[in-house]
């Protein structure tokens, strides 16, 4: 079955994002949406460790590793940039200052509840910041594989590991749709051309709804 890349999920994510929209980036696949603002488009990117306004990652070679993101990578400064202390950064989160964060999942309950932490071997060691940002953003939106890489349903019914917040997220792109929580309902907005409206529900471990015509997710080769 044709699925997107992260990258081409990460692009469609970003086209939703408004014109100079305070932003958070989840550790990992979630940073790669900052690649891909719309032209003429400048989101101001946050970091909870303490960087506001940071830009593209810099070359090979020319890291200031003083600079770094919550995910202790690289980055670059664009003019008018702020550096404060982690305690700023969460007093940022909490008092609702961001408008958008963008997480990733191990799981997305119908009613909006995300996972995206594990105890397990391999998993996210704590919950950290997701827990504030999830409350804290006036917007969550998650960017997933719509499965895990053995073919489990990633949005489900219930969650049935720990959850990071309770029904917080409004929106999750997944390499096969793009998919609103509404009213503690999964309702399709877009969904690839190639996948039938039964495969998609057959991936899905929850009734999917039809609120209005489907639009064909379509975003360019990456």
Request: glycine share 10%.
């Amino acid at each position: 079955m044709h699925k997107l890349s992260n990258a081409q999920i990460a692009w469609r994510a970003a086209q939703d994002i408004e014109d100079g929209a305070y932003v958070n980036l989840g550790i990992g696949f979630p940073e790669m949406v900052a690649r891909f603002q719309p032209p003429g488009f400048d989101a101001i990117f946050h970091t909870e460790n303490g960087v506001l306004g940071f830009g593209d990652a810099p070359f090979d070679g020319a890291e200031d590793w003083d600079l770094i993101n919550a995910g202790k990578k690289s980055i670059t400064l664009k003019p008018g940039a702020s550096l404060f202390n982690s305690a700023d950064s969460f007093a940022m989160i909490r008092g609702g200052h961001l408008d958008v964060a963008i997480l990733g999942a191990y799981q997305v309950s119908q009613n909006g509840d995300l996972a995206n932490w594990s105890l397990c071997k391999g998993g996210v060691p704590g919950v950290g910041g997701a827990m504030d940002l999830v409350h804290g953003a006036k917007r969550v939106a998650v960017v997933t594989e719509h499965t895990t890489r053995d073919g489990k349903p990633k949005l489900v019914d219930s969650c049935t590991i720990p959850l990071t917040g309770v029904s917080c997220v409004n929106r999750v792109y997944t390499s096969l749709a793009v998919i609103d929580i509404r009213d503690s309902r999964f309702v399709i907005i877009e969904k690839l051309a190639s996948v039938s409206m039964q495969e998609l529900q057959n991936l899905t471990a929850a009734v999917l709804h039809i609120d209005s015509e489907v639009a064909e997710l379509s975003v360019p080769e990456l």
